[in-house]
């Protein structure tokens, strides 16, 4: 999307509200841009209505606004100046306590200790992209940054691909890592207890996740999934799933990961 089309949206979005304008300017992404369950991966969490929550890389502000419904206080971080005004008008004409910060996500200008959960998502691949230092020295220090981010009990919350995740392994994917290369990355960052979990429509779509360090959960969802609609393809899909699930390959190839890292 080219910088000028979102000041547009902008622009659109204080005379007929926020959605009319991304579904005028953006009418192909105005689903993904527009949908709260974006943010269902927040009904994992135990937390009570007065937690402070930090959503880094929030885009639209799907995120941020669908956490603002449930939280008192929200914190919006987009790095883009233009997007973080959008999010900024999307919070006030829904009345959702979301502040929103215009940083990058390395250095961010915020006090330590002072979040409950900080969401990352997508972030971990993309901060990469900065020159400040190789992949995995920067991936480092944005997970350091994130953990020096929350309270003792605090945890976070991070969304990210796989590079060994099936139909996903291709040469382009440098800066995403396994599930092994990840939980490595968590502890050398000072996390503790990591739970992983696969978003089966994907992480855009969280409206479904399982639990990948329960092998018994995803073989008793893929008795119950109807694949029967596929044909013979179904059938063998349900098979090789059901195999994926007890073997333990289903962990290490899912496409895609949400983990629930604690504060170590």
Not at 66 to 86: H, I, K, Y
Not at 163 to 189: N, P, V
């Amino acid at each position: 999307m080219i910088l000028d089309e979102v000041r547009q949206a902008n622009r659109l979005a204080l005379e007929i509200g926020w959605r009319a304008a991304v579904e005028r300017i953006f009418p192909r992404e105005a689903d993904s841009i527009c949908d709260p369950c974006r943010a269902d991966f927040q009904f994992l969490w135990d937390l009570p209505p007065d937690s402070s929550i930090l959503s880094v890389g929030d885009d639209w502000g799907a995120i941020a606004t669908a956490l603002g419904r449930n939280f008192s206080r929200v914190t919006a971080v987009e790095r883009v100046f233009e997007r973080a005004r959008f999010i900024d008008i999307r919070a006030r004409e829904m009345g959702t306590p979301v502040e929103v910060l215009c940083a990058e996500l390395l250095g961010l200008p915020l006090a330590p200790h002072q979040f409950d959960a900080v969401v990352l998502n997508g972030g971990l691949e993309w901060s990469c992209l900065s020159p400040r230092g190789g992949p995995r020295e920067i991936q480092l220090r944005l997970l350091r940054s994130v953990r020096d981010l929350l309270r003792p009990s605090g945890f976070a919350c991070l969304s990210v691909e796989n590079r060994l995740g099936w139909g996903r392994m291709s040469a382009g994917r440098g800066f995403t890592r396994s599930l092994a290369g990840y939980r490595k990355l968590f502890r050398e960052a000072g996390f503790g207890a990591v739970r992983t979990f696969y978003p089966w429509d994907g992480c855009n779509h969280p409206s479904i996740l399982l639990p990948l360090d329960h092998p018994g959960a995803l073989a008793h969802y893929v008795e119950f999934k109807d694949f029967a609609r596929s044909g013979w393809r179904g059938w063998i899909k349900r098979l090789a799933l059901h195999a994926a699930a007890h073997t333990g390959l289903w962990a290490h190839l899912a496409p895609e990961f949400i983990f629930l890292m604690e504060n170590g």
